[in-house]
């Protein structure tokens, strides 16, 4: 029986999947597939080893570190929002416990239009796929995906040793390669709105390993988590204590593999009574486009996406209404 | 065509055979009562099906999941933070209940599909429209036009189903005053004399004005009519025009002058008539008048020997009567009555054949008591001004005002012409092969509580047996839970105007959607929610403004003639005979008559219309000589008593 399995079109759901290795015609394997299918969450709602919080040291490039600037009024001046989603399932062969992650992965520009979102370009990119330790897969399993044409993104790199490993370690591999394969989307977006349009940006997340776009005047990105704390001298207190509509002092952020980037902390909401992380993201910019000025108008232009507020999210002190419109649109459209 | 939205089905909604749920964009024209046409992609036995629905519901919410979201995003400031730079993802959420599957087989739930506004072709199908109008053999009657969007689409009523046989009768609800009842009735009349076929027979219509000057003046042409009304007029193919054929009854005034109605101007005067009877005709229907509470079996008894023997002949007991009697009016069978109970006086009899003297008493008592009762209806001399019975028009209306008589005289006109026109349609004598009756206030004459009155009955009667004779009820009120549910269950087709909320809070209402009530709580005038056998749903249409004068203009443009001398009014009733009658030569004539005499006079040269009025008139009356002086000589006054008489007066 073919395969209705197509992976050319962005792949298929674990359903589909799994009636297509079942019915796979394999010779002299006429047992058929025992693959065990989890009952439980999306492997990116269950606790993960994560990086431990940090604080991480920054080059300054304001004169004056622990100075506290206020931006002004919000200005509306981002066209559009990009972020991508990303579901993540382990599914076991019987007996075996060498994981079968099957990701979703998916991204989209919103582009707003008279008040109102639309999909940018079309359409959104969906792409889906297993990830496993192939080398440690049984051959007749292997086999059976092959039958199935289905195939598999190896999470093992090439000359590691096939040995045994921990289950958990494997499934941390496996969701490490569906967030690469997110992350490839949201560049590949990014990329072609900085390449064709002329206004801003609103990325969700850090932009220096948002390939060209990285560099682009029009990327602006925002990060909501803060797991890590870039400071600069006595900085940390000046950003934990900063009030509504004002912004840290900005600083350069160079990672070893990506783009170096500007970036600074601003306050959305008023956080009196709250922890020292309600209502604060990190804004970053491309490195060559920063002045202090262009600061504080992109903060003012980041200002104005609080409102509406994106409730019910939990992280609705620091999402813009954009972002949870473009996760709930790709989560509609995959199920996820 | 565009489409307009798409099927959706939840787990929580999910779609039946019988309703369908979709969205659209924000902008989209669909509103309740929108008929839409689902296009599935799925083909079911070889056929793509085809789903036709009407809107009954809408829905529409943001991704905020409590309003308390909403609070908190506007710092409980409600005029806060005026441009958030996105508006929230919003959604029209529509169901939609199902008109029709094509194929009708096999039923299934609705499929997803594409969504688009019906076109007229579309509109004909949803409504099985086109199941009657084939063209050349089209029984459609147009009642309004549906819009929605750049729609506007003719609805037609089947007249199989409207007038019969099929099924029939109309029965409208509304709250006064806005357009609903009166102009729809008139605008519906106007449109199936203008299409009802004429193989299936002529039609007529019976119009019992029962308030104001409502249909006093159907006519004359509207006063205002505007281009909007006369383009409705011309795409549903109806004439703006008054009626051309329009006659009116009404019975006399108390005083016997002038008719009992609003259309008395004398501009207008060339076809009202009068509506008398005599004793002959109201005692067909006494018990009308008299309820059972007034008369119990014995009495019964009488007044069907009085019917049979007495009336209409000569009736002779030499033991009792002085004389023979030939009863023909109200004043005979009084003058009957009289010698009766006298002769039983003076022979001390306590009965007469088997009726007991007080029984006697009753009866004379009930009976020459609705002369009085129904004074300006019922002659005492048998003088009989009725419907052209026999001679009916096709496309004629004939009016009766009855709008300013007592309840009991309602009660007999309605009942007595009602029956009059069944009669004649049994005998398929009566001048047309249908009958339209409309009837105003049917919660007055057909209640669905209380006793159980002759007009009840025979509106029950009419309800469930009139169609197979061509007797048509067109009947509205303003409260239909308060109608008999008999007379409104056998109405095939029902309107419905702007409904007071409290009314539509009854039972009877359960069957539509929160938002179609709503919809039919704030209809605007010259809007009608229409259900008829062929359509699986109602339906909103709008209709024109009648072309005709409105009661409450036609008082303004024809005020009421001034209260009559008895001589205008016979000049006045003559000249409609004779236009060389003149005021001066009915004074002359009249001058030494009674007044009862002069009315009798009057009643019986309308009734006779001979071709010498003047002639037959004065004949009726009569003969006087008129006093004149004599030549005999003075009288010599006496001789005057001198003033110092002390004995003198």
């Known amino acids: 029986m073919a395969s209705t399995y197509d992976f050319a079109v962005g792949g298929t759901s674990i359903r589909d999947a799994l009636r297509a290795l079942k019915n796979a015609s394999v010779p002299g394997d006429e047992s058929g597939s025992s693959i065990v299918t989890p009952a439980g969450p999306a492997l990116e709602l269950t606790p993960a080893d994560a990086t431990p919080p940090r604080l991480e040291p920054a080059e300054p490039i304001e004169s004056d570190p622990t100075a506290v600037r206020e931006v002004g009024e919000p200005v509306v001046a981002f066209a559009a929002f990009l972020d991508g989603i990303q579901t993540s399932r382990a599914l076991y062969p019987d007996g075996d416990s060498t994981p079968l992650v099957h990701g979703t992965v998916a991204a989209v520009i919103r582009q707003r239009a008279d008040r109102a979102l639309h999909t940018w370009g079309g359409a959104p990119l969906i792409s889906r796929a297993f990830h496993a330790p192939v080398a440690l897969l049984s051959p007749r399993l292997v086999a059976r995906f092959h039958a199935a044409n289905i195939p598999i993104e190896d999470t093992l790199e090439p000359g590691d040793a096939p040995d045994a490993r921990h289950p958990m370690e494997l499934l941390a591999l496996a969701r490490n390669a569906v967030q690469r394969r997110r992350e490839l989307l949201e560049i590949e977006l990014a990329e072609r709105w900085t390449d064709s349009e002329t206004a801003p940006l609103f990325v969700d997340g850090g932009i220096s390993g948002a390939g060209r776009a990285s560099q682009s005047v029009l990327s602006v990105g925002v990060v909501k988590s803060h797991r890590t704390l870039y400071t600069a001298g006595e900085s940390l207190a000046v950003i934990t204590a900063l009030k509504a509509a004002a912004r840290s002092a900005a600083f350069e952020i160079r990672p070893k593999y990506r783009s170096t980037v500007a970036s600074w902390y601003l306050r959305l909401r008023d956080a009196r009574g709250r922890d020292p992380f309600f209502g604060l993201v990190r804004v970053e910019i491309a490195r060559e486009s920063f002045t202090s000025a262009r600061a504080d108008e992109v903060s003012r232009w980041v200002l104005a996406e609080r409102s509406p507020v994106s409730l019910p999210d939990k992280r609705w002190s620091t999402m813009a209404y954009g972002i949870r419109d473009c996760e709930e649109y790709l989560r509609a459209l995959t199920g996820a | ?649």
Not at chain 2, 444 to 466: C, F, H, N, Q, W
Not at chain 2, 479 to 494: E, L, M
Request: net charge negative; aromatic share 8%.
């Open chain 2, 1 to 649: 065509m565009s489409i307009l939205g798409r099927v959706v089905a939840t787990e929580r909604k999910p779609n039946t055979p019988h309703e369908f749920h979709f969205w659209t964009a924000l902008d989209s024209p669909v509103g309740i009562g929108t008929i839409v046409r689902v296009e599935s992609a799925q083909p079911v036995s070889g056929a793509l099906p085809v789903v036709y629905g009407v809107v009954v519901e809408g829905f529409g919410y943001t991704d905020v999941e409590t309003p308390l979201h909403e609070v908190l995003g506007y710092d409980g400031e409600p005029g806060g933070d005026p441009g958030a730079p996105t508006r929230r993802t919003e959604i029209r959420l529509y169901s939609a209940a199902v008109l029709r599957h094509v194929p009708e087989e096999p039923l299934q739930p609705v499929a997803m599909g594409t969504v688009h506004l019906a076109s007229d072709a579309d509109v004909a199908i949803a409504l099985r429209m086109d199941a009657y109008l084939t063209p050349g053999a089209s029984t459609g009657i147009p009642v309004g036009l549906y819009r929605s969007g750049a729609t506007a689409s003719p609805v037609y009523l089947d007249a199989d189903f409207l007038l019969g046989p099929e099924a029939a009768h109309l029965n409208i609800s509304g709250v006064s005053g806005l357009a609903t009842k009166t102009s729809a009735v008139e605008w519906l009349l106007a449109s199936i004399f203008a299409h009802f076929p004429e193989k299936k027979g002529r039609v007529a219509a019976v119009c019992f004005n029962v308030k104001g000057p409502d249909l006093c003046f159907l006519d004359q042409p509207a006063a205002k009519l505007d281009d909007a009304d006369r383009a409705l007029y011309d795409r549903l193919g109806v004439p703006a025009e008054p009626f051309k054929d329009v006659e009116y009854y009404a019975p006399y005034t108390a005083k016997g002058f002038a008719l009992n109605t609003l259309r008395s101007n004398e501009a207008l005067a060339y076809n009202v008539k009068p509506l008398t009877w005599g004793l002959r005709e109201v005692l067909q229907y006494a018990e009308v008048l008299l309820n059972k509470d007034d008369v119990d079996a014995k009495a019964d008894a009488l007044i069907d020997f009085i019917k049979e023997r007495v009336v209409d002949q000569e009736f002779t007991d030499p033991k009792y009567l002085t004389s023979a009697h030939r009863v023909q009016s109200f004043g005979e069978l009084e003058r009957w009555f009289r010698d009766l109970l006298s002769g039983m006086e003076k022979q001390n009899a306590e009965s007469w054949r088997t009726h007991h003297v007080a029984t006697i008493r009753k009866v004379r008592n009930r009976l020459t008591n609705i002369s009085t009762r129904c004074r300006g209806l019922v002659t005492d001399d048998g003088t009989v001004s009725d419907l052209p019975f026999g001679e009916f028009r096709d496309r004629a209306v004939y009016v009766v005002d009855v709008a300013n008589l007592e309840a009991d005289a309602q009660d007999l006109i309605f009942s007595r012409i009602v029956s009059q026109l069944r009669e004649h349609l049994e005998k398929r004598d009566l001048g047309v092969e249908h009958v339209i009756v409309f009837v105003d206030e049917l919660n007055k004459y057909a209640p669905s509580d209380g006793p159980d009155t002759y007009v009840r009955a025979m509106l029950l009667d009419i309800a469930e047996r009139g169609r197979y004779l061509g007797l048509v009820l067109f009947a509205a009120q303003q409260f239909r839970s308060q109608v008999h549910r008999r007379v409104v269950g056998n109405s095939g087709t029902a309107l419905f105007g702007r409904m007071d909320p409290d009314e539509l809070a009854t039972p009877g209402y359960a069957t539509l959607s929160p938002a179609t009530r709503t919809k039919l709580s704030t209809l605007e005038k010259g809007q009608l929610m229409v259900r008829h056998p062929h359509f699986s749903q109602p339906v909103f249409v709008r209709f024109p403004r009648p072309a005709v004068l409105s009661g409450r203009e036609g008082v303004e443009r024809f005020p009421q003639a001034p209260e009559q001398t008895l001589e205008e009014a016979i000049t006045r009733s003559l000249r409609a005979l004779d236009n060389t009658v003149t005021l001066d030569w009915v004074k002359e004539t009249v001058a030494l008559a009674e007044e009862e005499e002069v009315l009798r006079a009057r009643n019986r040269t309308l009734q006779a219309k001979p071709d010498d009025v003047k002639a037959f008139f004065r004949a009726q009356l009569k003969r006087r000589v008129r006093s004149e002086p004599t030549d005999a000589p003075p009288r010599q006054p006496l001789k005057k008593s001198p003033t110092d008489d002390p004995y003198g007066f």
